[in-house]
């Protein structure tokens, strides 16, 4: 199995490959994955929002995120957990997300 900070960073990278279509940006650097859990045999809950709560992405976007963070070498079964609380904000979005953000 591979290290836990290896995987991490395997996860935040494959969260990096799945943009949020309204907002062309990746959901990490958007700040909408609130939480990364992982148990030591590999299973990992992704805590994460959407931009708003009608948001036309909120059936299939979780989905792409389990897909994502499935391939990650060490993951042996993703679940996605929407939450609403904290609403999210630009406030949550990493340096490199909010760069993006001015460049549209």
């Known amino acids: 199995m591979e290290p836990v900070g290896k ?7 494959a969260l990096s490959t799945v943009v949020d279509p309204e907002v062309p940006i990746n959901i990490y650097d958007l700040g909408l994955v609130y939480d990364l859990d992982m148990t030591p045999h590999g299973l990992v809950t992704v805590g ?9 992405v909120a059936q299939t976007l979780p989905e792409m995120v389990k897909e994502a963070v499935a391939q990650v ?32």
């Open 73 to 104: 070498a060490g993951v042996t079964g993703v679940a996605v957990e929407l939450r609403w609380d904290p609403p999210w904000s630009r406030a949550r979005m990493t340096e490199n997300g909010r760069w993006q953000m001015e460049m549209l």
């Open 48 to 56: 994460m929002t959407l931009t708003a709560p009608r948001c036309p």
């Open 7 to 13: 995987v991490k960073e395997g996860i935040i990278a």
